[in-house]
């Protein structure tokens, strides 16, 4: 066959390895391995097995051991696996050159493709290469542990994994890829390091039109990384096994199981876990960031309705974590929570970057204090520290500290404040909780046995106010806080950067309360937090299932607008003894449907939680539990009969009496004292939010 030569003269072969060589980036600690390796340095291996998911670089790293190889007059022979037959006979007539020439360097790519064949390439081919052979193995998977197992192939074996590039690493190579500069943050964040999604990303962002403010991978670059990386998908099932492991932040069989019920969890769980673009963790598995978020992006787009009942499959099951499993787990279910909420493009601003230590929440330690104090001096000033040092005394256990991973640096805190009254010490301590208090009580007043939270000394020196990994652990906490409160009546988030965090606190319907509705008095004090507002919400308004379904509604639909001061629909909670009156009346019109039409306590969260099409039903049912539970009880079971027979038929108290053998005193007290325990009982579930199980 003719040798190709281009139009300026030399070999095609030559050009080609110049572009290469000239672009290529990085592996530094991989390219001194081999050179030793090469040069036969003590301890160096003999074997090299390279092993990463597709589009990682190993056949660029192996065209550059290949020019290293050759540069010192070693002899290279290649084998490509998806151009050879996997079988030892194919192998065998494609590696020959190995036994004919001195000191040869055999570097296989594809090396998958060869797994049904591992054993005879360990154990028959390999040792009869002749000394001074060096070999080199790079595949998508990691070679059987039956190598290291083998003390003799244990001294000679190095196993090499393939990771992204690093941030300096990527920013080189897409700039040797002609990329726009101006757009480098963009392709940077989402590629992840990932050398194939930089070069797509680059090559398609210099040829395309891109009116928007913010670069975002275009449907060519995701689906020819999806074509490239994830290739063949052996069912449907499968499929949506994938779809869950793109979508959730970790993946385990216990989550399989509850989004395909009916599947076998375990047998999909072993082939993701098989999978050579997918990690495991310490929580489950999950895939590298690029091909997490090409197959989120892709699933999305390719059938955004079974997306939607996917996502709020796996956002049930995490809920219902946070809801009943000890505080340790439900901590990590809300992180996982927050970000299958978080994958809209237009929240990842609010988010610390990938490239970013990582961050770790624990509780106040007695020597923790002064440091916060001192934190907080330094970020907001002495007023500001004074009140800090004021709820560490007043709620120690509210406060959150936040340290660096890889040092136990600390770098901020945040507190949740649990506030049931409002007085003298706070309203002198801490004017913005006052105004808060205040705010609420003016629009729907906190009742007895409820509280007020509030997101309160965001403080993290080096990021104040803007979005950073430890950033995010405020995130997390905040949302435990919400879904995992009881007897929360209003949530209260105070910001200093308003103009900023109001997209993502309207996404989570918080909502500025008109500030000339409160109570607060002229002068007060608000020097000491320039420019806050308190965003609020009212859980008793709209409680939590219908909170998570609104987040879920907006996951589609783009950044909301700019919201009014706060929601058109929200409506007054009944007071204790609006609640009282109602349940009465409630009871009194049972044996008449119609009176049960305009009762108060239609409006109340816990008969909207109840669920159903039918309001007056629910309302019925709710009313009905509560009767029960008197029966339940044994010290109340004997109150039950008196109340059913009264409200229940048609007969008069006085016969009711008679009935139930009882004077009419005695029974008017136990009459009483019924209507006293159904309404205590539907006051306690009313500021709950739920009915016991």
């Known amino acids: 066959m003719a040798k190709e030569v281009s139009a300026s003269g030399g070999l095609l072969a030559d050009k080609l390895a110049h572009a290469r060589m000239r672009m290529f980036v990085g592996r530094e600690d991989e390219i001194a391995l081999f050179r030793g390796a090469l040069d036969g340095r003590p301890g160096s291996p003999l074997v090299i097995v390279m092993h990463g998911p597709g589009g990682i670089g190993k056949s660029a790293l192996l065209h550059r ?45 594809g090396f998958e493709r060869y797994r049904d064949m591992e054993d005879w390439l360990r154990d028959r081919f390999l040792p009869r290469l002749p000394t001074g052979v060096l070999v080199v193995l790079a595949g998508r998977l990691p070679p059987d542990p039956l190598w290291k197992a083998d003390l003799g192939w244990s001294e000679v074996l190095q196993v090499a994994p393939l990771k992204e590039l690093g941030p300096k690493e990527s920013a080189a190579l897409l700039a040797s890829q002609g990329a726009d500069p101006t757009l480098h943050a963009e392709l940077l964040a989402f590629a992840a390091g ?101 197959l989120d992006s892709d699933f999305r787009w390719r059938d955004s309705e079974r997306y939607k009942a996917m996502h709020r499959t796996v956002r049930r099951h995490l809920v219902d974590r946070i809801h009943n499993a000890p505080e340790k787990e439900a901590l990590r279910a809300t992180g996982a929570y927050n970000y299958i909420i978080s994958r809209a493009e237009w929240i990842r601003k609010y988010h610390g970057g990938r490239d970013e230590s990582g961050a770790y929440e624990v509780p106040l330690r007695p020597d923790d204090i002064d440091d916060l104090i001192a934190l907080t001096h330094k970020t907001e000033g002495e007023e500001s520290a004074r009140t800090v040092a004021f709820w560490l005394r007043r709620q120690p256990e509210a406060f959150r500290v936040h340290r660096r991973y890889s040092s136990g640096e600390l770098l901020g805190f945040m507190a949740w404040l649990r506030i049931d009254a409002l007085d003298d010490d706070i309203r002198d301590a801490d004017p913005v909780v006052a105004e808060a208090w205040q705010s609420v009580s003016a629009t729907a007043p906190v009742r007895q046995g409820e509280h007020l939270g509030v997101a309160r000394f965001m403080i993290h020196p080096a990021t104040h106010q803007r979005p950073s990994r430890s950033w995010d652990l405020v995130h997390i906490r905040i949302i435990f806080e919400l879904l995992r409160a009881r007897n929360c009546a209003w949530s209260c988030v105070v910001i200093t950067r308003p103009d900023f965090w109001e997209p993502l606190m309207t996404y989570m319907d918080h909502f500025q309360l008109p500030r000339d509705a409160t109570d607060t008095d002229s002068d007060t004090d608000t020097d000491t937090d320039p420019g806050y507002r308190l965003f609020c919400h009212d859980w008793r308004a709209v409680h939590v299932d219908e909170w998570a379904e609104g987040i879920d509604a907006q996951l589609l639909s783009g950044p909301p607008g700019k919201p009014a001061d706060e929601p058109s629909t929200r409506v007054r909670p009944l007071t ?42 629910a309302l019925r049912e709710v009313i009905g539990k509560a009767v029960q539970r008197l029966e339940a009880n044994p010290r109340t079971r004997h109150l039950h009969a008196v109340l059913t027979m009264t409200f229940q038929s048609s007969s008069t108290q006085e016969a009711v009496a008679r009935r139930l053998n009882m004077a009419f005193s005695t029974y008017r007290r136990h009459l009483a004292r019924a209507v006293d325990e159904v309404r205590e009982r539907v006051w306690q579930w009313e500021t709950r939010g739920r009915i016991p199980d």
């Open 576 to 617: 204790r003894e609006e609640s009282d009156a109602a349940v009465r009346d409630a009871l009194r019109s049972w044996l008449d449907p119609d009176g049960f039409v305009d009762n108060p306590l239609l409006r109340c969260r816990l008969v909207k939680a109840h669920g159903g099409d039918d309001p007056v039903e």
């Open 65 to 109: 051991f290949a020019a290293e190889a050759r540069s010192m007059g070693r002899p290279v022979v290649n084998i490509d696996a998806s151009m050879t037959d996997p079988s030892p006979t194919a192998f065998e007539e494609a590696a020959a050159e190995v036994f004919a020439v001195e000191r040869p360097v055999l570097l296989v790519d």
């Open 194 to 294: 990932h050398p194939l999604a930089l070069r797509l990303a680059a090559e398609v962002a210099a040829h395309e039109t891109n009116d928007n403010v913010v670069w975002t991978p275009s449907r060519t670059v995701v689906e020819q990384l999806l074509s490239h990386l994830v290739g063949e998908i052996p069912s449907p099932v499968h499929r949506r096994a994938l779809e869950v492991c793109g979508h959730a932040l970790d993946t385990t069989e216990d989550l399989l199981r509850a989004v395909l019920p009916g599947e076998d969890a375990t047998e999909l769980f072993a082939w993701l876990r098989q999978l050579p673009f997918i990690r495991s963790g310490r929580f489950g598995v999950y895939p590298h960031d690029v091909i997490r978020d090409s």
